[in-house]
């Protein structure tokens, strides 16, 4: 049995993101969706919220679990028996970043492989900071999240809206 780990802040989960969960999901026989904390980065919605979100967008997949991870990737996933750390990959903006946290991944642990697997062309152009974005200024969402998901965006934007 191959358990594999599909990381993101996934700050909302995006239809390009639920693709690759999906197509993991086909490929081994357990995925762990783990929500991380970018320092970097403020999060729109809590780890709580992005969980929640994500739990509904991937109730229809049976051998999908979702969960909070704290500290470095390759400790959670050694930590969860995962063999392998799934990555979506966009055109050109992601390659290198990728590439490299795949490399540092395999240093620190060896016995766990970095899988990429590529964007499917109509989610190509798709990211959270764009929804996000379009969310804030008021602009439907749907076809670029799951349906609860634009619920929620629409929600915490409420307010900001004339």
């Known amino acids: 049995m191959i358990k594999a780990v599909c ?16 197509r ?5 026989d357990e995925v762990v969706v783990a929500v991380l ?11 709580e919220e992005r969980l929640e979100m994500l739990r509904e967008a991937t109730k229809h997949i049976p051998n999908v679990s979702v969960a909070a991870a704290d500290g470095l990737l390759v400790d959670f ?6 063999r392998v750390i799934v990555k979506g990959l966009r055109p050109i903006q992601d390659f290198e970043y990728e590439w490299q946290m795949g490399a540092v991944n395999r240093q620190l642990d060896g016995n766990i492989e970095t899988c990429f697997l590529m964007s499917r062309i109509e989610y190509a152009h798709l990211s959270s900071s764009i929804v996000r974005e379009l ?5 439907p969402t749907e076809g670029l ?3 609860f998901t634009a619920r929620r965006l629409r929600e915490k934007f409420a307010k900001t809206q004339p």
Not at 7 to 22: A, M, N, R
């Open 37 to 47: 904390t970018n320092p970097r980065k403020e999060p729109l919605f809590t780890v």
């Open 145 to 147: 999240v799951p349906p």
């Open 7 to 22: 990381p993101g802040s996934f700050d909302p989960v995006t239809l390009g993101h639920l693709d690759i969960i999906e």
């Open 24 to 28: 993991a999901a086909r490929t081994f």
């Open 135 to 139: 969310a804030y200024f008021g602009r």
């Open 77 to 82: 996933a050694r930590q969860q028996g995962c």
